[in-house]
Structures are given as C-alpha cells and as structure tokens.
C-alpha cells in the first residue's frame, strides 16, 4: 500500500512539472495597456516572456480527491533589466503525499528563458526554457527528487483566430542523482508533452482545455529504476480584474482529470495571478 501511495505522490508531482515548471511565463503587453488574459494558463507554458518593468506573481493550489495529495506552488517572475527577450523566475513549492501525511516544502526551482520567436502581439511565438531544480524537498517524505537536476521545455504559441490561441509543449528533466524514500539512488529522465485551447470569449473572460502528458522514472532500487506515465485533461476558466494602476489580477480554476494510464484520478486546481509595473525598480513611466 505504501508503494501505491508513493505512486499517487510521483503522478501529482509529474501533473505539477508541467504546471509550476512549465510555469506560466510571461505577459507582452506594456504596462499600461495590460487588459486581456494572456498568459494565464495552468497545466501548459505559453511562449511570452514578461515586458520590462512588469513582475508577476502566481499561485497554484492542487487536490487530488483519490488521495489525500496536495501541493501549492509560489512562482515570481521578472524581466531581465535592459535586455527584453530574457527572463528569470523561481517556482518554490508546498506539498503532502497521502503515503506520508507529513506536508512541507518540495524542490525549488530556478528558471531562464529566451525569447527566440515573437512576443504576446505577434501571431506565433517561441521561448525556450531551462531550469536548474534545486533539492530542497526532503525525498524520504515523498516531497522531493532528492537530488539537483536539470528542466527544459519548449513553448510554442499560436494565434488561430481573433476567437482562438493556442500552445504547445514538449520537455525533458533529468536528475543524474535521484534518490527515494529508501535512500536507493538512481539516475532518473521524465519526458513531458502538452496542449491547450484556449477560446478567448472575452478579453477578461477565457476558457480553456489543457492536456498534459508526462512519461517519468521512479526510483525502485539501487541503479533502478520504473517507468510511469501520466495523462491529464483539465478544462477551466479563467478571469481577469484590470486596475488602472497597471495591475490585473486573475484567478481561475480547473478540473483535472485523469485519463488512460492516469484513469480514476479526480481533482481541483485554483489559480491566481497578481501582474503589475514594477516602476521603482525599472523606472518606468
């Protein structure tokens, strides 16, 4: 039964790689124009970097109902001062395995991306990412990799229509030193792939169908490892409040659900976004 629950930890941590990892980066509008939702989405990474002098804030806060798994990521990100097309943030997490019932800190990490393609106004754009994922979890609690490993995802965003946008991904991490809550110590490679639709029916309304699809390793033994896999479909909504200041909040929620290898599993995801000018330390105008 132990081994069971371990398993339901490592799924919700796989669905979360592609949530807080692939976390949501970047909005392209100036501040003073920021109105519609743009980079908002929950399980998929868009391709826009953040507008110099804007930060965001985001929080992300998961249940699974068929365990008593949980966890609530933090992520900041900021626009690089002087140089547009790059980005910095970091994504620290909270979590509880229902195999342990002990909630505390997952891994942290620390993320950069490139702006190669476009930006949020531009019909398709690309930002590839690379993240360092720092060990900060403790792993004999199920809350961690137990090792230092190494993130990438490659964001593709399209613009079908004035009424559709989509975004594609697809990712690898790899963690030469993972360990388990055994102490076993193994080297581990999980693949990631997602999509979404989102339908913008209005610009402070949208709503959304995220798959997300990750193939992962676990550590079962000493230099040994299994294979697992899995998929996710999560419609929601999202929503924003626009300030004349420049801030725009939004919150959002979803129901993941889980499909094929994943089958049976139920949740909720609640989000929300704080974005705003940053002019004290850009000094914007």
Known sequence: MLRDSARLAKILRAGLLALFTLPAIGNA????EISVIQDNSFLVEEAYNQEPGVVQHISNFTRLWNSKDWAYSFTQEW?????????????VLM???GA?????????????RYQVLGNGDTQVAFAPRLSLIVPTGAARLGRGYGGTGFQ?????SVVVNRHFVTHWNAGATIVPNARNEFGDRAS??????AQSTVWLARPNFNVLVETAWTGYESVIGKNATQRQHSLLINP???????????????????????????AGEKGLLLYLSFEHPWKALYGTK
């Open 29 to 32: 509008q100036k501040a003073s």
């Open 79 to 91: 626009p690089v001062p002087g140089a547009a097309k790059h980005q910095l943030s970091y994504t």
């Open 95 to 97: 979590t509880n395995s």
């Open 100 to 112: 342990f019932g002990n909630p505390g800190f997952g891994d942290t990490l620390l993320n950069y």
């Open 152 to 156: 990438t995802n490659l964001p593709l």
């Open 188 to 193: 581990t490679n999980a693949y990631n792939l």
């Open 236 to 262: 929601g909504i999202r929503w924003a409040h626009n300030f004349k200041s420049g801030l725009q909040i939004v919150p959002g929620v979803a129901v993941p659900i889980g499909v094929g290898p994943s």
